[in-house]
């Protein structure tokens, strides 16, 4: 099992960017998919992006262009780099894990490991 932690959240102006982090216990230890989700008041939770064991990533066609998920260059954190936000993008946004060695769903029901969130609020 292992623990995750989200931060970076934040209100920005639409066009700015925030750097979300999701902070695992056991990078490089286990083999997990990590995905970002993120949801609306009233909405289903959406898939934003993951990134299997190997580093191989994948981000939602909303945001492509936009934001980038990786590894930071030390430790055991993962970033989420968002960049010319959208009023569209407001949500909480979740960090979830699921063990296995690829990515191979964007159902959050099949994901075991959540964190407790970070909050994204753009304005115009």
């Known amino acids: 099992q292992i623990e995750l932690v989200e931060s970076g959240g934040g209100s920005v102006q639409a066009g700015g960017s925030l750097r979300l982090s999701c902070t695992v216990s056991?990078?490089?230890?286990?083999?997990?998919?990590l995905a970002w989700f993120r949801q609306a008041p009233g909405l289903e939770r959406e898939w934003v992006a993951d990134?299997?064991?190997?580093?191989?990533?994948g981000v939602a066609d909303s945001v492509k262009g936009r934001f980038t998920f990786a590894p930071a260059n030390a430790g055991n954190t993962v970033y989420l780099q968002m960049n010319n936000l959208k009023v569209e993008d407001t949500a909480m946004y979740f960090c979830a894990a699921e063990a296995g060695a690829g990515c191979y769903t964007r159902n959050p029901l099949e994901y075991d490991y959540w964190g407790q969130g970070t909050q994204v609020t753009v304005s115009s």
């Open positions: 056991q990078v490089g230890r286990n083999r997990y998919c």
């Open positions: 990134i299997n064991s190997y580093g191989d990533a």
